[in-house]
């Protein structure tokens, strides 16, 4: 099982940004699929971008064109920049490692936007 760590997130004002890092303790070059999900309170965990091993992306139209996930196999990173951050975007971002016999999760990284 792969350990996934969030960083980066926090407060910032509408319309700012951030970027979230996501380290994970081992090789995610076998993880078919990196992504970033999200769950605001009392509502479900919603994915909000994810990446394939040769660098596919998709995006849910709520952020496309303001939010860009990159892969870095080396390093064994996924970032997440955010743009043009709007207070519906506020929730705890997660992490997620996929592949057919494993599916592994962070704990998470709280981004508040908000004036």
């Known amino acids: 099982q792969v350990q996934l760590v969030e960083s980066g997130g926090g407060l910032v004002q509408p319309g700012g940004s951030l970027r979230l890092s996501c380290a994970a303790s081992?090789?995610?070059?076998?993880?078919?699929?990196m992504g970033w999900y999200r769950q605001a309170p009392g509502k479900q965990r919603e994915s909000v971008a994810s990446?394939?091993?040769?660098?596919?992306?998709m995006y849910p139209d709520s952020v496309k064109g303001r939010f860009t996930i990159s892969r870095d196999n080396a390093k064994n990173t996924v970032n997440l920049q955010m743009n043009s951050l709007k207070p519906e975007d506020t929730a705890v971002y997660y992490c997620?490692?996929?592949?057919?016999?494993?599916?592994?999760w962070g704990k998470g990284t709280l981004v508040t936007v908000s004036s």
């Open positions: 997620n490692a996929w592949k057919a016999d494993m599916d592994s």
């Open positions: 081992g090789s995610i070059f076998s993880f078919y699929l």
């Open positions: 990446i394939t091993r040769d660098g596919g992306t």
